[in-house]
């Protein structure tokens, strides 16, 4: 078809073939060619393929290096055509003090020839996810004239892979998978994804100590594994199946060579990556004949990795079953009183890493610090891979001109499942989600426990497996009230892998006023720069309140001129000096603060028990996915659509010249007419300080709740923030693990996260104070007696309720302001298992206390008017 000078080149593209039954992909359906397609020519004779296996001795000591080379050719060989190979380090220097060289059996005819090379390679550097060191191996093809006609090479990592005694080994080590699920994803480009987007994700897999992913659900763009490679990352490389819609394909004679296609291609093309470990038989395909065929082509064709296939175990009652189809007990989102009880009670050889864990999709992946205690508990639990890496948006302009990212449904595609693609860890443009810290703190390589705090006696632990810990250097600060008083560095440490050293720290106990609070702070961070970190990168830290504080806060005996009442049947307003609060007798609202001359509020504080539902309280854009759900429950009793009764409002003085306001309420729902009971008591003294108490007795008919609080309304201009809690990310009951207590500020608009679909966001937890200020002039202190919950935005929850893009919000420019004495967690109920009993909220009585507290910016000092006890 070639001919001398310019040729056609005509490429016809398959948008839907028998194929497509087998690509069935929970993600975009997109065709076209999305990938590098090359030609390219060779000579008569030439090398057709390299494997090259670098194994390890049963000691792990010395390597073997197998080479088996394939050569093409179109014409009979005669002579004596030889292979050559020869191995080079790191520092281009070779290992073998001679080429490696064999030669072609020419004696039959044969359209292919294979030369075996083997030599064993003393002491190698092994190749793991903490050091993926690569040796460079190059092969050559010599005519009989021993003439180089053609030079290959591939970059090989000595390591061995083996399951036994319920543990996957790497180099005889059983190391946890900290894994994630990816899909190719490029917001512009769809599945055409750049080098450039390939190397961020693995950098920043690399950062948040991630050391494994899986390529859900098909073999990725070769250059993936390159990186995979070279930075250090483990990958369970997938084979391009999946039918769950029609799993009977696997059980067909006629798709027997379809599945063993499929699974053989992957393998031939990505065998010499050492960055795979496990070969997977494809996703949520069933489990049948089909797939015992493929397996046994694998384990003939590559014994030197293990299998992967959850469908062979799928369903709890199965996770024994499926030996030859799979050797790891591999499900999908599992609960996790299921995998410690398997964990206690299984006799199966094999360990259980799961497939698909912490569905990602929205505000999510609660739990997970429950997930990572088992499987660092349990003998045989060894990791998982969170479902999944990016959110799958495409961007998408409104009419305004406004940006955002779509996903199904958005461009008349049908059928569609709306925003199921929005699971990733990362948005589109690879921004963290909040809930990457969380898992980044969960797998961080350094453990440190407290021996003596008052000694400053700090245990380390090295949770690495191959590396000591002389890459990292680590600081500590002791802060009081988030402010730091002392600092210095760690001794430098070179712990072995799996082991552990005592380290004692120079902290003297500091000055502290009645109130305050001290926390030691240790992190560690890159020594120097490494190829996915700057120098300085925090890879680890851990916090430990200290024994210093004096729990008892200042008592303030208020003095000053006593507040004037006014009150009729309508309002209440209590007068002092440079302030006034009004209160509205029939509404029951607090509707008024002014200080000096300056309106506090718009409206509130209000029982607030909704929020914005989450993803996992119930996907809003599918029906079908709110059944069953926390959504669906809310709902049907009326959540969202609360009345208000006020009952009964006192108001007197007291003989120390404060006024006590009672409040009583009842609020009905659909469900019930009585659903809640709200007694707040306000008492307002003369410095202008206001402590709420509040009694809420829910009606043990109704469910869980989304939480228990309150939700004011602030004017705008108070838009700085600062509190002293949980941050300075997001963070709630079930995930906040990875947020440090600490003095943080931002703006109002700061503390939005933009989730794809708009959901609740935003929340903050173990809270002490937190104050909203203008530049100038005034700002509101909000004191919890006890902690509190808090989130702070532009946006109501219906405002967020009734959005499904971010381009439909309108900010608002009032301060919407929640003070909680409790949230529900978030589980992962998406696709998973829902929000951990210990994290929901139940009816029954719920107290809780606050403090409000006017200030001038420039004359008080918040954080002093937080510590003091009012009297």
């Not at 990186?227 to 004679?253: K, M, R, S, T, W």
């Not at 470990?277 to 590559?302: C, K, P, Q, T, V």
């Not at 990795?305 to 799928?314: C, D, T, V």
């Not at 003596?452 to 009081?480: A, P, R």
């Amino acid at each position: 078809y070639i001919q001398s000078g310019e040729n056609i080149l005509a490429v016809m593209v398959l948008r839907w073939s028998d194929g497509s039954f087998l690509e069935d992909q929970d993600h975009w359906w997109m065709a076209g060619i999305y990938r590098d397609v090359y030609l390219y020519s060779t000579e008569s004779v030439f090398i057709a393929d390299v494997f090259a296996i670098a194994s390890l001795d049963d000691h792990y000591k010395h390597g073997l290096l197998t080479v088996m080379t394939t050569i093409g050719s179109q014409l009979d060989i005669k002579g004596n055509w030889s292979i050559g190979a020869q191995l080079f380090d790191a520092n281009k220097k070779p290992v073998f003090n001679a080429d490696l060289k064999g030669y072609v059996d020419t004696r039959e005819r044969f359209l292919n020839h294979q030369v075996k090379l083997e030599q064993v390679v003393r002491n190698p550097r092994l190749w793991s996810s903490e050091d993926p060191y690569l040796y460079t191996l190059i092969v050559y093809l010599q005519d009989p004239e021993g003439r180089r006609l053609e030079t290959t090479s591939c970059r090989v990592g000595f390591r061995r892979v083996e399951v036994k005694n319920r543990e996957l080994l790497i180099n005889g080590r059983p190391v946890l998978l900290k894994g994630v699920n990816r899909h190719e994803h490029d917001d512009v480009r769809g599945k055409a994804v750049t080098y450039e987007s390939m190397l961020t994700d693995v950098k920043l897999m690399k950062q948040f100590n991630f050391n494994a992913v899986r390529t859900s659900h098909y073999p990725n763009d070769p250059r993936w594994y390159d990186l995979c490679d070279e930075y250090g990352i483990y990958v369970i490389d997938e084979a391009n199946i999946e039918c769950h819609c029609y799993q009977q394909l696997c059980q067909e004679p006629r798709w027997t060579q379809a599945f063993l296609t499929r699974g053989m291609r992957m393998v031939l093309r990505d065998k010499n990556h050492p960055s795979i470990i496990l070969w997977s038989l494809g996703n949520e395909s069933g489990y049948g004949f089909n797939h015992d065929a493929l397996a046994s082509w694998i384990r003939g064709f590559d014994p030197t990795r293990p299998l992967h296939y959850e469908g062979a175990i799928s369903g709890v009652e199965n996770w024994g079953k499926g030996h030859h189809a799979t050797d790891i007990v591999c499900p999908m989102y599992p609960q996790i009183k299921d995998i410690i009880h398997w964990a206690e009670h299984t006799d199966d050889w094999r360990p259980l890493i799961m497939c698909e864990y912490s569905h990602a999709m929205g505000n999510s992946n609660g739990n997970l610090k429950e997930y990572w205690e088992a499987i660092e508990t349990y003998h045989g639990l060894q990791g998982g891979f969170i479902w999944d890496w990016v959110d799958q948006g495409l961007k998408k302009v409104d009419d305004q001109g406004h940006e955002y990212w779509a996903y199904g449904g958005d461009f008349g595609d049908e059928p569609n499942d709306r925003n199921f693609c929005i699971n990733g860890l990362v948005w589109p443009d690879r921004k963290p989600h909040p809930a990457m810290y969380e898992f980044k703190k969960l797998a961080q390589p350094v453990a440190v426990e407290a021996k003596d705090l008052h000694q400053g006696e700090l245990i380390i632990t090295n949770k690495q497996d191959f590396t000591s810990l002389g890459w990292l250097k680590g600081d500590w600060n002791l802060t009081v009230d988030g402010i730091v008083i002392s600092k210095g560095k760690l001794p430098y440490l070179k712990t072995p892998p799996g082991e552990s050293e005592e380290i004692v720290l120079p902290i003297t106990k500091p000055r502290m006023k009645p109130g305050q609070e001290c926390f030691l702070n240790v992190r560690f961070t890159t020594r120097r720069e490494t190829h996915w970190a700057p120098q300085g990168h925090e890879v680890a830290w851990e916090q430990f309140a200290m024994p210093f504080e004096d729990k008892y806060r200042e008592k303030v005996h208020i003095k000053g001129d006593n507040l004037c009442l006014e009150q009729n049947d309508k309002h209440a307003k209590i007068k002092g000096k440079n302030f006034q609060v009004e209160f509205d007798r029939q509404s029951g609202c607090l509707g008024s603060i002014i200080y000096y001359g300056q309106e506090m509020l718009v409206a509130g504080p209000k029982l607030n028990i909704w929020r914005a539902p989450t993803d996992n309280d119930g996907v809003k854009s599918l029906p079908n996915q709110m059944r069953n759900k926390a959504l669906e429950r809310w709902i049907a009793v009326g959540f969202d659509d609360l009345r208000y009764n006020t009952y009964q409002t006192a108001v007197r003085k007291n003989k120390d010249g404060s006024v006590r306001v009672v409040i009583q309420q009842f609020i009905a729902c659909r469900a019930s007419p009585r659903a809640f009971d709200h007694k707040h008591i306000y008492t307002i003294y003369p410095s202008g300080d206001i402590v709420v108490e509040n009694t809420i007795k829910v009606d043990r008919k109704l469910p869980d709740l989304p939480r228990i609080g309150v939700t004011l309304a602030l004017p705008p201009g108070l838009e700085n923030l600062c509190w002293f809690g949980r941050g300075p990310h997001e963070n709630y009951c079930d995930r906040k693990a990875g947020a440090p207590v600490g003095l943080y500020c931002g703006t109002v608009d700061e503390q939005y996260v933009p989730y794809i679909m708009p959901q609740e966001n935003g929340n903050k937890t173990d809270v002490r104070w937190l104050f909203l200020q203008a530049e100038k002039g005034v700002g509101l202190l909000f004191v919890g007696m006890r902690q509190l919950e808090f989130s702070v935005s532009h946006f109501t929850a219906d405002d967020l309720y009734h959005a499904f893009h971010t381009n439909e919000l309108q900010r608002r420019g009032e301060i919407i302001l929640n003070l909680d004495c409790r949230q529900r967690g978030l589980g992962g109920a998406s696709c998973g298992p829902d929000t951990l009993e210990k994290y929901l909220i139940k009816p029954g009585i719920y107290r809780f206390e606050y403090r409000i507290r006017p200030y001038l910016v420039d004359q008080d000092d918040p954080a002093r008017l937080a510590r003091q006890l009012i009297k």
